[in-house]
Each structure stands twice: as C-alpha cells, then as structure tokens.
C-alpha cells in the first residue's frame, strides 16, 4: 500500500431532524460525503440512542438547530443504577441500519466509521447530562455504579460489532468530558474508568481496521491515549489547556485526527481562514499521522462553503 499524497480529510455535525429516521440520516450522511468529498466518514447517530436504549426518553425539538429534548431520565437516584438495562434495541438498531446503509452506497474507498460513547458517558446521559452527579456516585458508590457500567459496556461492544458488520471501518470512541482533569485526577480515571474503555474496544472484530478514541473536552488526561488500542486519537486543539497535534502525537504515540476550530473557523470564519487554518495543521505536522478533521461535532450553523474549503485547502 502506498502513501497518500495529502492528509485524509472528512467532518461532521449533527443533523436534528434527519437522525430521527435510519433512512433520512443514511441518505443525508452520503449526499453530503459526495457534496464535500470527504476521504472518510465520520457517522454522527443521534446522541441520545445510547441514553434511549436504557430507558431515557427524548423527543425531537422539532427544529434543525436544536437537538433532542429530554422527557424523562433512566437514574433518577442511586438505585436506580440497580435496573439498568437494554429496554430499547430499537434505538441502537436504528444505527446498525443506517450506517450499513452509507458504507454500502459510499463503497470500501471511503471508509465510516460508528460513533461509540462510552459506558461512562452513556451513564451521564442517563442522569440527564450531569457529569458531575455521575462521578460522585461511581466515586462513593462503586458497589452500586459498575455493574451498570458492566451492562452498559456488554451492549456498546455488541452494538459495535454489529456496526462493523454492518459494513463499518470501526468505531469512533467518544469520551466526552471525562477524560478531563476537570472531572477527575488521571490516577482516579485510570482505576475506576479505563477498564471499561479499554474491554469495550478490545472486543472489536479483526475487521475493525480504523478505530479512533476522542477525547472531548479541555484540560486532558492525554496521556490516556497511550493504553487505549485504537489507531489514531482526536482532540480539539483549540480547548484550553490541550496538546497541540505534535504534542498529540508525541504522547499518544500513534496518527491524530484534528486540527479545525468546529466552533472557531468552520462556523465564524471565511472560507479563506479555514483554508489558512487546514494549511497550518499540514505543516505543522509535515502531513504524516494526520487525519485533517474538527476537533468535534461542527455546529449545524457552519456554512457549506467553510466545509468545502478543507479539501479545497489540501488538494491544491
């Protein structure tokens, strides 16, 4: 296999209305591939399929730029974590489907990936988003909290495989907010945290050949990055206290996925400016181990035209 003559470059963003239906979010995902022409697809579920499929409900806002509204929480108290379980396969199903879908219209040259959130973000969606409340009583109540955690994480590695059947490169696995030292110190993450990480992904099949972790949020724990077995590792360059892409991958020891403002550049900036920005990722790191992309999901706002200028920027 050669080398590719430009960093791979692919983006995404939720779209509210479509994600509710496999099919409209299915075809929206592969116009929008071919529109931009994005070397890889990033697939972007809805973000509630997780907390849905054990026992949150959520309800379309009925507007392209605002997501899903919260009706009723899974853990509305400590014992609560006792029952929790997969109510909902339809929820996850949804996603099997319609990634099968896009890897099968978009063809092997353009690998998709599943986005996977982790047990513990899933556990903080099924309080209602309270990153805070769900740390505090795994921390004080572990005896209560992981074996929750457990079955979350036996129905993620189910739902990941199944994606991969279904037609999936691998999985794109979302940290959101607790690989953070604003959560929790690294020692803490790394005992509590890390092993449910790591047996998710250690129970990908062989066929999953492209498989990220993103770490969201600012102030990482990045040195986490080193013990989980993915292929490369995203991150938001622009959040405070976070590596830049060389420092990245120096620590991570392995490809990185970044360098675009999804809150900065690609949704105030010119076409111009995201250009200068896609260029600057480039050199910095001589385009080896660099998969051009937003840091993290690009607000619905963004125009098309900023989109379009991160191939434009790289295939000069």
Same mark, same amino acid.
């Given at each position: 296999?050669?080398?590719?003559?430009?960093?791979?470059? @692919?983006?995404?963003?939720?779209?509210?209305?479509?994600?509710?239906?496999?099919?409209?979010?299915?075809?929206?995902?592969?116009?929008?591939a071919r529109q931009f022409d994005w070397d890889f697809v990033k697939f972007q579920p809805r973000a509630t399929c997780f907390a849905e499929t054990f026992g949150s409900v959520y309800k379309p806002a009925g507007h392209r730029l605002k997501g899903p509204v919260l009706i009723s929480t899974a853990v509305s108290d400590?014992?609560?974590?006792?029952?929790?379980?997969?109510?909902? $396969?339809?929820?996850?199903?949804?996603?099997?489907? #319609? %990634?099968?879908?896009?890897?099968?219209?978009?063809?092997?040259?353009?690998?998709?990936? +599943?986005?996977?959130?982790? =047990?513990?973000?899933?556990?903080?969606?099924?309080?209602? &988003?309270?990153?805070?409340?769900?740390?505090?009583?795994?921390? &004080?109540?572990?005896?209560?909290?992981?074996?929750?955690?457990?079955?979350?994480?036996?129905?993620?590695?189910?739902?990941?495989?199944?994606?991969? &059947?279904?037609?999936?490169?691998?999985?794109?696995?979302?940290?959101? @907010?607790?690989?953070? &030292?604003? #959560?929790?110190? /690294?020692?803490?993450?790394?005992?509590?945290?890390?092993?449910?990480?790591?047996?998710?992904?250690? +129970?990908?099949?062989?066929?999953?050949?492209?498989?990220?972790?993103?770490?969201? @949020?600012?102030?990482?724990?990045?040195?986490?990055?080193?013990?989980?077995?993915?292929?490369?590792?995203?991150?938001?360059?622009?959040? +405070?206290?976070? =590596? #830049?892409?060389?420092?990245?991958?120096? %620590?991570?020891?392995?490809?990185?996925?970044?360098?675009?403002?999804?809150?900065?550049?690609?949704?105030? @900036?010119?076409?111009?400016?995201?250009?200068? /920005? $896609?260029?600057?990722?480039?050199?910095?790191?001589?385009?080896?181990?660099?998969?051009?992309?937003?840091?993290?999901?690009? =607000? =619905?706002?963004?125009?098309?035209?900023?989109?379009?200028?991160?191939?434009?920027?790289?295939?000069?």
């Amino acid at each position: 296999m050669g080398v590719a003559d430009r960093p791979p470059v @692919g983006a995404w963003g939720h779209t509210y209305r479509e994600e509710w239906s496999p099919d409209d979010l299915a075809s929206l995902t592969i116009e929008r591939a071919r529109q931009f022409d994005w070397d890889f697809v990033k697939f972007q579920p809805r973000a509630t399929c997780f907390a849905e499929t054990f026992g949150s409900v959520y309800k379309p806002a009925g507007h392209r730029l605002k997501g899903p509204v919260l009706i009723s929480t899974a853990v509305s108290d400590l014992e609560s974590w006792n029952t929790v379980s997969a109510v909902n $396969a339809k929820a996850l199903q949804d996603q099997v489907e #319609s %990634i099968g879908m896009v890897a099968r219209e978009l063809g092997r040259h353009v690998p998709v990936i +599943q986005t996977v959130f982790s =047990p513990l973000t899933v556990a903080g969606y099924l309080v209602g &988003k309270s990153k805070s409340r769900v740390v505090r009583e795994l921390r &004080k109540h572990p005896e209560v909290v992981r074996p929750a955690l457990d079955r979350i994480a036996e129905t993620l590695a189910d739902f990941s495989r199944r994606s991969v &059947k279904a037609g999936a490169a691998g999985i794109f696995y979302a940290i959101s @907010g607790y690989a953070s &030292k604003d #959560s929790m110190p /690294e020692a803490v993450y790394r005992e509590l945290v890390l092993p449910y990480d790591v047996g998710v992904l250690e +129970q990908l099949p062989p066929e999953a050949w492209f498989n990220v972790v993103h770490l969201c @949020g600012s102030h990482l724990n990045f040195s986490l990055a080193r013990d989980l077995p993915v292929h490369a590792v995203s991150w938001s360059i622009h959040n +405070q206290g976070n =590596p #830049s892409l060389v420092e990245g991958r120096t %620590i991570g020891g392995r490809p990185v996925m970044g360098g675009l403002g999804q809150r900065a550049s690609l949704l105030y @900036g010119t076409p111009s400016e995201v250009e200068t /920005e $896609a260029r600057r990722a480039v050199a910095e790191t001589g385009g080896r181990g660099l998969l051009l992309a937003p840091g993290c999901s690009v =607000p =619905p706002r963004a125009r098309d035209i900023n989109l379009a200028a991160i191939v434009g920027a790289v295939a000069a």
